[in-house]
């Protein structure tokens, strides 16, 4: 696989973007094994843009080790500094899938209320109402009511 190409502000971009992320995949002195490729390429699906750190003194490996990692990785070389590598590779689009059954969740409403004094701005709150409640014309929160069960079938079972 080819690693993708990055025009410099793009890179850049991805460097200021990475700048406050830790490392999520460490590689030790066993050097670039198949568990951290596999590592790594997880990284890289779940985040996108990862840091790689490298406890290598050698310089020239840790360059080599960069340059693997994009190339069989599929990803953008896009720093290296230091002992840490940073890596970007777009993340795959993910297919939503529609529960039928899924009620609606909880939505949020702006209310007006005004004072009782006229020349005087309304107050705005805001009240979160769930699938199980409706908002009156006053703008009070209502619950619904539960299924009414008749006398005749509570005093059966």
């Known amino acids: 696989m080819s690693q993708i190409q990055l025009t410099p502000a793009e890179r850049k971009v991805h460097r200021a973007e990475a700048h406050h992320l830790d490392p999520v995949v460490m590689v030790g002195g066993d050097g670039l094994t198949a568990a951290v490729k596999k590592e790594a390429d997880a990284a890289l699906t779940a985040h996108g843009l990862i840091k790689v750190r490298v406890f290598s ?57 005004y004072s009782t004094r006229g020349g005087q701005r309304p107050e705005v709150k805001t009240l979160r109402v769930l699938g199980n409640q409706r908002l009156t014309s006053g703008g009070q929160v209502k619950r619904s009511k539960p299924k009414q069960i008749s006398i005749k079938k509570r005093s059966q079972g």
């Open 57 to 113: 003194d050698d310089r020239a490996a840790r360059e080599a080790m960069f340059q693997t990692l994009a190339d069989e990785l599929n990803a953008a070389p896009i720093q290296h500094i230091g002992k840490l590598l940073v890596l970007w590779r777009p993340l795959p689009e993910r297919e939503k899938t529609v529960d039928e059954d899924r009620k609606p969740g909880p939505r949020d409403v702006k209310v007006l209320k």
